[in-house]
């Protein structure tokens, strides 16, 4: 089934109407495909007139579009501002999410004051309760360093569920399901690593 594309999505797309009516039963996916791929070496092969062409559709249509595109970028805008998310983070919520959750968690290793106390086995379980006690002895444990292994994982986490969606693995310049399949599954368990590490510490992401 051959699905035809919009007249108004073209247009920000860079194809000419011209190029629209050449086409007898509408302009599809695979045309628009082709049209960047012809595009792709056409702009390799001249890369001064490449770029005083994206200038002129800049301003032949470029500002327009932005300007036409304001209006959604007010409403959501208020929709941050007395919502607390815009309906952009909806359609896509687990890669906004993951998205944001990078960006905090990241922040959150840069500048946090504060963290667990993590401990690996019994032996240090029992030192540090006697150093709960005011006992005098001293352990030589780097809880920062611990939290902040922590906190790397689960950013690597929730980069890779973003990375897992794009994954496109080719051989010999075609696509390679098996290839793919195989880095889709290291992936996803780089993820749940990271999740298992986010649901155990939870509570524990504070400044």
């Known amino acids: ?15 000419s109407d011209k190029e629209v009516e050449e086409k007898q039963n509408g302009f599809s996916l695979e045309d628009l495909k082709k049209k960047w791929a012809a595009e792709k070496r056409w702009n390799k092969k001249h890369p001064i007139l490449a770029n005083i062409k994206y200038a002129w559709w800049k301003v032949r249509y470029g500002i327009w ?16 501002m007395f919502r607390g998310y815009d309906d952009p983070m ?29 401990l690996l086995n ?25 939290w902040n292994d922590i906190l ?24 390679d399901h098996t290839k793919s399949e195989i880095k ?3 992936l996803l368990k780089i993820f749940n690593d990271g999740m298992i590490l986010y649901t155990r510490w939870y509570r524990s992401l504070w400044d």
Request: aromatic fraction near 12%.
């Open 122 to 146: 019994k032996k240090e379980e029992k030192q540090w309760n006697l150093r709960w006690n005011k006992d005098s002895k001293k352990l030589d444990i780097n809880y920062n360093k611990r």
């Open 152 to 175: 790397d994982k689960m950013i690597k986490g929730w980069e890779a569920i973003l990375k897992e969606d794009n994954v496109f693995l080719k051989t010999k310049e075609k696509y």
């Open 1 to 15: 089934m051959k699905v035809t594309l919009g007249k108004k999505f073209l247009k920000q797309m860079n194809v």
């Open 90 to 118: 909806v359609w896509s919520y687990w890669s906004e999410n993951a998205k944001l959750n990078i960006k905090i968690i990241k922040h959150l290793r840069k500048i946090h004051c504060g963290y667990p106390i993590i």
């Open 65 to 80: 579009i932005t300007l036409d595109d304001m209006k959604y970028t007010i409403k959501w805008g208020f929709q941050r």
């Open 184 to 186: 889709r599954k290291e």
